[in-house]
Structure formats: structure tokens, C-alpha cells
Nanobody, 123 residues
Framework: QGQVVESGGGLVQPGGSLRLSCSAS????????MGWYRQAPGNQRELVAS???????KYADSVKGRFTISRDNAKNTAYLQMNNLKPEDTAVYYC?????????????????WGQGTQVTVSS
């Protein structure tokens, strides 16, 4: 329950754009703050952007003004619009979605990560 799948990565030239999607499936009752993280080779995973269920957002300083996170609660989906991409944005991008799912008359918490999608910025 609460499985997450990312899509939208790829190869793009510096200055280009990509849009990542993160969709959660299952008998979802609610998804709390959704986040996009990235991990480049040799580096720790870092938070890129997050968005609450109410739409409040936070960004890493390195992506402010270039990336925009949004979500569609009805579709249990979050998006990351990435503009003016730089080579240092190259990484595997992961989506995190914590929340609750229901089973019968009960609710259970989940904290799901996607499998990751590769973003490569290179000329």
C-alpha cells in the first residue's frame, strides 16, 4: 500500500527543462508532506524540495528560482518542474511519500520511496 513510482527523468542539455512525476497508489487515506530528493555518485541523498498537503513548499538553496514543486491531491501525485538545469543537477531523483492507507476499518501509516529516476544534464 502507498507504493510510489517516479517518471520523467532523462538526458537534457544545460539550460534545458524536465518535469518529474511521482504517483502513489493503493487504498490511500492521506499523504502528508511529499518530498523530492536526489543523490549524485559519491554524495549523500539530499532534499531538493518538499510540499505539504496544504501546498506549502520548501526548496534547497541550490534550486531556488529554478525548480518548482507542486501536487495534485486528488491524484496522489507530486511534480517537480526543473528549469535552467545545470550539470550539477545530475543525480538520481527520488520521491518520498509518507501517509496513511486504509484496510477494512483500520488505517495504517506508510512511508514510501520510489525507485528513483536518473536526471543527466550534459552537453
Amino acid at each position: 500500500q502507498g507504493q510510489v513510482v517516479e517518471s520523467g527523468g532523462g538526458l537534457v542539455q544545460p539550460g534545458g527543462s524536465l518535469r518529474l512525476s511521482c504517483s502513489a497508489s493503493g487504498n490511500i487515506f492521506a499523504i502528508w508532506t511529499m518530498g523530492w530528493y536526489r543523490q549524485a555518485p559519491g554524495n549523500q541523498r539530499e532534499l531538493v524540495a518538499s510540499i505539504t498537503s496544504g501546498g506549502s513548499t520548501k526548496y534547497a538553496d541550490s534550486v531556488k528560482g529554478r525548480f518548482t514543486i507542486s501536487r495534485d491531491n486528488a491524484k496522489n501525485t507530486a511534480y517537480l518542474q526543473m528549469n535552467n538545469l545545470k550539470p550539477e543537477d545530475t543525480a538520481v531523483y527520488y520521491c518520498n511519500a509518507p501517509g496513511e492507507y486504509y484496510s477494512g476499518f483500520s488505517r495504517y501509516e506508510f512511508d514510501s520511496w520510489g525507485q528513483g529516476t536518473q536526471v543527466t544534464v550534459s552537453s
